[in-house]
């Protein structure tokens, strides 16, 4: 059996685990809540690290810590606290933040599981027993400083998610932008057959139907960019209710500036404490960006499934590279895995945002939303699929793409859609009709225009260019 030691809270004696960091009110929440076995990201677990380092410098620089109050630190203590927190933001005892993500709304127990640890860890730092009961360095009086859950909990979330966008999704649409640009840029000289409805259409070049998908990821990058932006607005000062009770009313800018000197993103202190208590518009919003940068993603790797469809009895315009066969049965079958594993990821996210959009608009009651545990593990899930399956993507599929030039221009001529550019010069009437008589007859449009002796050779073959039927003609 697991050694337990035997710690105490205001509700009485609770048996925790020798060894653990945590105390009496992490361990309250692991019986309380068995429910799913997911715990908070590590993105989460750093950015709550982040938000309670920049607390512990705010209260060391405005006096609170070493002041008047129950207990005061010393200057040492204070550095061994702030040590501490840096640890949990570098990702240390990561081990030790067991709690279920559907527990407290509000994230109590997270809030209390990291106080616990920082407490702990901190007494073990200055040289003192962490199983001290006396808890030189408390959880509630000096790590929980100026704070309530409330208003730190959504912040760390806030935190985590601007910071995963800004520094791995936001570079990682990036790379897949460059990708696709660079082939839009090298495949401009190879002439296709467009498709609308999934049905024959006019040529365009190869080129131009990638800086298409060049252009989605170039406003997937202002979308992201715009998701992070919807979160610069930190709740912490608020504490309880939004009124700041209990804190220096210079906590909160002081927090949010030392949050945007860590991490090189602006940051600001809520504009109405009652607003950022109590909603999660700006989560939703974030994650609404998401969606759409989601959706995007399927389309486009739908559209490089079906581009890479064959070898010899689909389209076969861009050859995928090849990762793995393909199938138990089919002996040499190669299928387009990376594009289906983004497509997978992709509804996967969109689906979060149904979970988001509940959270924040049921969740949220008077001065506090009851939903923030789900929402930050949601959101964060949404930002690592994305990030993870673009990067994938990118590596394994997107960079290693060919063009097929022989299957691009073998079925130009064959178009039906060929006779649109002689509607100035026939009319639409004349030129439907002659495109169902080429489909009867199995003639392409100029093989039956040359029969019919409809225009002068000149004419036709310049009326008939590919390459002009990509551009707009004057």
Excluded at 162 to 181: E, N
Excluded at 249 to 262: D, I, K, T, W, Y
Aim: net charge negative; proline share 5%.
């Amino acid at each position: 059996m697991t050694q337990t030691r035997t710690e105490r809270d205001s509700m009485g004696e609770v048996h925790v685990p020798a060894d653990a960091y945590y105390g009496a009110q992490t361990q309250r929440a692991i019986d309380n809540f068995p429910v799913s076995g997911w715990r908070l990201p590590p993105a989460m677990i750093s950015a709550m690290g982040r938000v309670k380092l920049a607390c512990g410098i705010a209260n060391r620089d405005l006096g609170k810590l070493t002041g008047s109050g129950k207990n005061p630190l010393t200057d040492k203590q204070v550095t061994s606290l702030l040590t501490a927190c840096q640890e949990i933001v570098d990702g240390g005892l990561g081990d030790q933040f067991p709690v279920d993500v559907f527990q407290t709304g509000s994230g109590t127990s997270s809030n209390m599981n990291i106080n616990e640890v920082l407490s702990n860890r901190a007494i073990e730092i200055d040289g003192g027993d962490r199983l001290d009961e006396s808890k030189p360095i408390h959880p509630n009086d000096h790590v929980n400083m100026g704070q309530s859950t409330n208003d730190t909990f959504p912040t760390a979330i806030h935190v985590a998610t601007a910071v995963q966008i800004d520094k791995h999704l936001i570079p990682t649409l990036r790379r897949m932008h460059a990708s696709l640009l660079e082939k839009a840029e090298a495949w401009d000289k190879i002439i296709k057959i467009g498709r609308t409805h999934l049905m024959d259409a006019t040529p365009l070049r190869l080129g131009q139907e990638f800086g298409g998908f060049a252009r989605q990821l170039e406003l997937s990058i202002q979308r992201a960019e715009r998701a992070r932006d919807a979160v610069l607005e930190l709740p912490v000062g608020g504490t309880a209710v939004g009124s700041g009770i209990n804190t220096h009313p210079e906590f909160g800018s002081r927090v949010a500036a030392h949050l945007a000197e860590q991490t090189g993103i602006q940051f600001i202190e809520a504009v109405n404490h009652f607003e950022g208590n109590a909603n999660r518009d700006g989560l939703v919003e974030a994650h609404g960006q998401l969606k759409c940068i989601a959706q995007t993603l399927l389309g486009l790797a739908n559209n490089i499934r079906w581009l890479g469809s064959g070898p010899r009895c689909g389209y076969y315009e861009v050859k995928l590279p090849t990762r793995q066969p393909g199938s138990s049965i089919m002996p040499g079958k190669v299928n387009p895995v990376l594009c289906e594993s983004l497509m997978q990821l992709s509804a996967r996210v969109i689906g979060n945002d149904g979970c988001m959009t509940v959270s924040g608009g049921c969740g949220g009651n008077f001065q506090l939303n009851i939903m923030m545990p789900v929402m930050a593990h949601t959101i964060l899930e949404s930002i690592a699929l994305l990030d993870g399956g673009v990067n994938a993507f990118v590596e394994f599929c997107l960079d290693g793409m060919e063009p097929n030039e022989e299957a691009c221009n073998a079925a130009v001529e064959q178009s039906l859609s060929m006779c649109t550019s002689l509607n100035p010069l026939i009319g639409y009437e004349q030129a439907s009709a002659l495109a169902k008589e080429a489909f009867k007859t199995g003639q392409t449009i100029r093989e039956l225009c040359e029969q019919k002796n409809l225009l002068p050779a000149e004419q036709l073959n310049e009326a008939l260019d590919p390459w002009k039927m990509t551009e707009p003609q004057a």
